[in-house]
């Protein structure tokens, strides 16, 4: 059994090294290229959402380098993401390519079947040892989660652009090659160590505070989102990303017992009264936390998602009113396959500049009244 | 009176007639939104965001003709109307876009319909809708019990292969004939015309009537002469004229006979509904993948549309699984329509005579 799964972002570190401990054959898909979604476009429905399309592109490039059996994740929906594995596995079939299907469905009620997945998968091991190889997947997740909010930090302040990134990668790649906990332990502490020291421009300027939010998939994977984060952190901006992996693992899947991550943003509630309902993936999540972001004096929000996703839409259309009455500037970017980067960075260049002329603004204004009230 | 308004759009096609019962039971009067036009059409692209579904565009432009003329606008939140399914994100969504979008709208009635759980959570959104026009449960109790009786009705009419329009005049037909004595007839055909000298539970005689029409309109055999062709989609795009460009029409001008999913009972496309790997949890995608299965299967028709709307997120799911399933079967050509806010006729037209060219061509062959 040669074990293959969808790329997002890092999560194929925590995944690689779950499999590895439990001695699971793995073939990480290449990571995702133009050649990923020219493949998965041409097979995949044409309004399916562009994760899916991803997500066929890399099965297709797994297949060729010799996997044979496919572990995805299921839902219940109402989001389209529910059905992906199936549809998929169609395509791949009729194209004539033999894999081996494992969905993990969320449990509704059936533990069992759940369980009994996660077991087929484990080729037999036992509790303990899957139990040990999942807490070590996710010690993965949870170190590139503190790097990568670290980055997140530096990135706008680094004294020579690039550095982080360089710094970022290898730390990446060192954090995918440990296999023991000791080893992931060393490294990761001389990973946050190294960036933390990166040498940065001290001198004093604005640096706006903008937070992403939007659809879980086209956040986290920077091919999909065509690494907006990079762009905008070269751009002397920080970002904060509202969805972390380790964060949904600890909230949907393990009832937020694990202790540590940051505290649990009330998104869906602060949602109201704008979005009133839960509207499937992370629709509510995005309106509630454009406000918390807003009265946490965040400078901007970046709502990114990929076409046709319906949850994501029905907060696109109300976001505008959010943005108005919070007075927090707000973009929607709408990420499909034919995305260019040059419109992208047009984009991102233009709201920079909005936030910063905004900042003149209101600093001018503050002056204002401070040369008023002195006077009196 | 409390004018209450009613869109037409999305699920008014569905649930249309148990709405009005109940609303008109509790003393409001009824407004509906005249059929789709251009200008309706119009008003709702200008008024939603640019990537929302045809549907939704067409429902804001419904609500936006209505917002003027009415007190109330009524908006259920439609969850989910059947187990462990739901409708899609843009419905349980919806009453929230239009709020934002919408400017001077009068309040809106958006009680959350969900019976995702326990099919008698439906009683929380019929309580919660009521108490705007009474304080007295018994009084919104009965206007419930009324409702699902003119449901159950039109229902019928809809299996009959009655269309929307006409099942309901007939509905409220039959549910005057009891409330309202010496209710003036309306002009309907007269299959559905002798309704009242039926007696016995007005169910049974619209079952009464519906078998004899099915009788003539649905029984699954192919006609010798005719050629019959499946037209499946949601009920919002299959039944608004001005949107699917009258397709249905069209298909019957060019000398096909149409089927429809809505034909077919709710059991059947359950039963038919197995071949899927995983449960389908959207209802008006089973009931379309159910028929579809139907139809290819019991080898009823010679040719099978699937109206889907463009940014539909369900469609290009639930479209691309039948169309392999009918590639698979190999028995008759199957035509996928993507249907847009454009007015443009010739591509449709060319569409559906190739596509009826190939339904010749291969009923020649066999």
Same mark, same amino acid.
Request: one cysteine or more.
């Given at each position: ?100 299907l ?94 933390s ?19 879980i ?44 991550m ?67 500037p ?12 040059a ?31 002195a006077g009196? | ?5 009613i869109?037409?759009? !999305?699920? %008014? ?6 709405? #009005?019962?109940?609303? @008109?039971? /509790?003393? &409001?009067? =009824? ?28 429902a ?11 007190d ?11 187990n462990r ?32 759980r ?13 108490k ?9 109790? !009965?206007? %419930? ?6 449901? #159950?009705?039109?229902? @019928?009419? /809809?299996? &009959?292969? =009655? ?9 409220e ?58 037209v ?22 060019m ?36 028929? &579809? ?10 040719g ?42 010739a ?20």
């Amino acid at each position: 059994m040669k074990v293959t799964f969808p790329h997002m972002g890092t999560i194929y570190i925590a995944l690689r090294g779950i499999f590895n401990s439990l001695g699971v054959k793995t073939v990480v898909p290449p990571p995702c290229s133009k050649k990923t979604i020219a493949l998965g476009s041409r097979y995949a429905p044409e309004f399916a959402c562009m994760p899916l399309k991803l997500n066929l592109g890399n099965f297709i490039e797994a297949a060729e380098m010799g996997a044979d059996t496919i572990i995805m994740g299921g839902g219940c929906g109402p989001c389209r993401f529910g059905y992906y594995a199936h549809v998929e596995y169609e395509i791949l079939r009729d194209l004539g390519y033999d894999y081996n299907l494992i969905v993990i469905e969320p449990p509704e009620g059936r533990v069992g079947e759940t369980l009994a997945k996660i077991k087929e998968l484990a080729g037999g091991k036992s509790w303990v040892q899957i139990w040990k190889a999942l807490s070590f997947g996710y010690m993965k997740a949870k170190a590139v989660d503190r790097l990568e909010m670290l980055v997140l930090k530096k990135r706008p302040r680094e004294k020579v652009k690039g550095t982080t990134d360089y710094f970022f990668r290898k730390a990446l790649e060192a954090i995918d090659a440990a296999d023991t906990q000791a080893k992931l332990s060393r490294v990761v502490d001389d990973a946050l160590a190294g960036i933390s020291s990166i040498a940065e421009d001290g001198r004093e300027r604005y640096i706006p505070k903008v937070a992403l939010v939007g659809e879980i998939y086209t956040l986290l994977e920077p091919f999909a989102n065509l690494d907006v984060e990079r762009r905008l952190g070269l751009m002397g901006v920080e970002v904060e990303r509202s969805i972390y992996i380790t964060e949904w693992v600890n909230n949907h899947l393990l009832g937020g017992i694990l202790k540590g991550m940051r505290p649990r943003r009330h998104s869906r509630e602060a949602a109201c009264p704008y979005l009133n309902h839960f509207v499937g993936g992370h629709g509510q999540e995005t309106i509630g936390n454009t406000v918390l972001y807003a009265k946490e004096g965040y400078d901007g929000v970046i709502q990114i998602l990929p076409f046709t996703c319906m949850p994501e839409i029905v907060a696109e259309s109300i976001l505008p009113r959010v943005s108005t009455d919070l007075d927090i500037p707000s973009i929607s970017l709408i990420m499909d396959e034919f995305s260019g980067a040059a419109g992208l960075v047009t984009r991102l260049e233009a709201f920079v500049d909005l936030l910063r002329s905004r900042k003149r603004i209101k600093q001018r204004q503050r002056q204002t009244v401070q040369v008023a009230t002195a006077g009196r | 009176m409390i004018r209450v308004g009613i869109p037409r759009a !999305l699920l %008014y096609y569905y649930y249309y007639p148990m709405w #009005k019962t109940f609303l @008109s039971e /509790l003393g &409001a009067k =009824i407004e509906v939104s005249g059929r789709t036009t251009r200008a309706i059409l119009d008003q709702g692209v200008k008024s939603a965001v640019d990537e929302a579904c045809l549907p939704i565009k067409v429902a804001f432009g419904h609500v936006a003709n209505l917002a003027k003329k009415v007190d109330y606008l009524f908006l259920p939140r439609l969850v989910s109307v059947a187990n462990r399914e739901y409708i899609c994100p843009k419905f349980l969504g919806f009453p929230d876009m239009v709020k934002r979008n919408l400017k001077d709208l009068p309040p809106v009635i958006d009680v959350t319909v969900n019976i995702r759980r326990r099919n008698r959570d439906i009683l929380s959104a019929v309580w919660a809708a009521g108490k705007i026009f009474t304080s007295n449960p018994l009084k919104i109790w !009965l206007a %419930y019990r009324r409702g699902l009786e003119s449901l #159950k009705i039109y229902r @019928s009419f /809809l299996e &009959a292969g =009655i269309f929307p329009e006409k099942a309901i005049r007939a509905t409220e037909h039959v549910v005057n004939g009891r409330l309202k004595a010496g209710a003036r007839e309306d002009a309907i055909d007269d299959a559905v015309g002798n309704i009242l000298t039926i007696g016995g539970s007005n169910s049974a005689a619209a079952k009464q009537i519906g078998n004899k029409v099915a009788a003539g309109n649905n029984s699954c055999r192919k006609d010798v002469g005719k050629f019959t062709v499946a037209v499946i989609g949601h009920p919002y795009n299959v039944y608004d004229n001005y949107i699917n460009m009258n397709i249905i029409g069209k298909l019957r001008k060019m000398g096909a006979r149409v089927v429809i999913a809505d034909q077919i009972p709710e059991e059947v496309i359950f039963e038919n509904t197995d071949w899927l790997p995983k449960k389908l949890f959207w209802t008006l995608g089973q009931r379309i993948t159910g028929a &579809a299965k139907y139809y290819l299967e019991k080898d009823c028709v010679d040719g099978l549309v699937h109206i889907s709307a463009f940014g539909c997120g369900p469609d290009s799911m639930i479209g691309e699984l039948i169309e392999r399933y009918s590639r698979r079967q190999g028995k008759v050509p199957f035509l996928n329509l993507t249907l847009d806010e454009h007015t443009g006729e010739a591509g449709l037209v060319t569409r559906l005579e190739a596509f009826l060219d190939m339904v010749r061509w291969r009923r020649k062959v066999s």
